[in-house]
């Protein structure tokens, strides 16, 4: 295991869209790979695979995190270019206006 490279993956129902959101709208580094997948390049060159599955369903928890320097500028970016937040006020999670939950570890939008 030692020299095995670990990488991760996630299903979509359409990876068109997923391209369009991924390196279009987040401005990411993608690369198209076998059998109709992509290969969105994160740090370090690691790879995440996603990969089309025609009964998908979204998944109910974060698969990504970007942490990013200034997450209020991130979410401004962000809905400028349609990004809408969720907007969360339960015992576990609360988010503010911009859709942010502070103060509970990481600033997470």
């Known amino acids: 295991m030692d020299t095995s490279k670990a990488f ?9 869209k997923a391209k369009e959101f991924y390196a279009g ?40 995190n970007f942490p990013v320097s200034n997450i209020d500028e ?5 809905k ?3 990004i809408e937040f969720l907007q969360y006020n339960n015992e576990s999670i609360k988010t ?3 859709g942010v939950m502070r103060g509970n570890g990481p600033n997470i939008a």
């Open 96 to 98: 503010d206006h911009k």
């Open 74 to 78: 991130a979410v401004d970016e962000l």
């Open 8 to 16: 991760s993956g996630f299903s979509v129902d359409n990876t068109s």
């Open 25 to 64: 709208v987040l401005g990411m580094k993608l690369q198209e790979g076998e059998m109709g997948t992509l290969e969105l390049i994160i740090a370090n060159n690691s790879i995440v695979i996603i990969y089309p599955k025609p009964n998908h369903v979204p998944a109910e928890f974060t698969i990504l």
């Open 80 to 82: 400028e270019s349609g």
